[in-house]
């Protein structure tokens, strides 16, 4: 974004990352995901610590899904999410600047 302006796709894109980011629960689940044993959770999991329902959680496990932000595969009765490296390298070269010599930090 500081090298060049991102195109339409691109800021569609971004856009629906950040927006499921922008609810707490999901940054929440999107950190437990990450941090999990393994790099990867149940959704057994990821229920407790939540004063929500679990098809709340399910909601927002679905809306990080469909952001891109996490994958995941059923296995048994049980799915697990892992977090998409990809979209977070993503996020995080988008909000990092280039140092400049001389440049204020």
Not at 17 to 35: E, G, Q, W
Not at 36 to 48: I, M, N, R, Y
Request: proline letters at 7%; glycine letters at 6%; hydrophobic letters at 45%.
């Amino acid at each position: 974004m500081v090298r060049e302006p991102l195109n339409e796709e691109a800021a569609v894109d971004l856009a629906r990352m950040f927006k499921a980011l922008s609810d707490p629960v999901r940054l929440r689940l999107l950190s437990l995901i990450a941090s999990h044993e393994g790099g990867e959770a149940c959704v057994c999991d990821l229920t407790g610590p939540f004063d929500v329902s679990q098809p709340t959680i399910s909601h927002h496990l679905k809306v990080l899904r469909e952001a891109g932000l996490v994958g995941s595969e059923r296995r048994g009765t049980w799915v697990y999410y892992w977090v998409l490296p990809t979209a977070l390298a993503q996020l995080s070269s988008l909000l990092q600047t280039p140092a400049a010599e001389g440049a204020p930090r």
